[in-house]
């Protein structure tokens, strides 16, 4: 299973950027997805989940209403779609999967199988 992440990129505070997760080796279905970001000195920070299954959703609270994660079954991929970006969102952007994880671990990094290499998203104040 591989896991490529992409749509990272410069954009100044307010503006937009969408990540995307594609995977191949397997189909996302039975999986949950989810979207980490870390910035160097500090640990993994959960962003954003989806269960591919049903489509539930979790959010980080310092996401909540700027950041939005979905799926396309027919790509086979996983969207980050954020808004209103401010410099502290700069980081770089890790999708992961699992197909075992439970509610209560969806927002622990070591709880997911596989990793994307990382996307850079920078905001410009």
């Known amino acids: 299973v591989q896991l490529q992440a992409s749509g990272g990129g410069l954009v100044q505070a307010g503006g937009s950027l969408r990540l995307s997760c594609a995977a191949s080796?397997?189909?996302?279905?039975?999986?949950?997805v989810g979207w980490f970001r870390q910035t160097p000195g500090k640990e993994q920070e959960f962003v954003a989940a989806i269960r591919w299954n049903g489509g539930i959703t979790y959010y980080a609270d310092f996401v909540k209403g700027r950041f939005t994660i979905d799926k396309d079954s027919a790509k086979n991929t996983v969207y980050l779609q954020m808004s209103s970006l401010k410099p502290e969102d700069s980081a770089v952007y890790y999708c992961?999967?699992?197909?075992?994880?439970?509610?209560?671990?969806?927002?622990?990094?070591?709880?997911?199988?596989?990793w994307g290499q990382g996307t850079q998203v920078t905001v410009s104040s």
């Open positions: 080796g397997t189909t996302f279905r039975n999986y949950a």
């Open positions: 992961a999967g699992s197909s075992s994880i439970i509610t209560s671990t969806i927002r622990i990094p070591r709880h997911y199988a596989y």
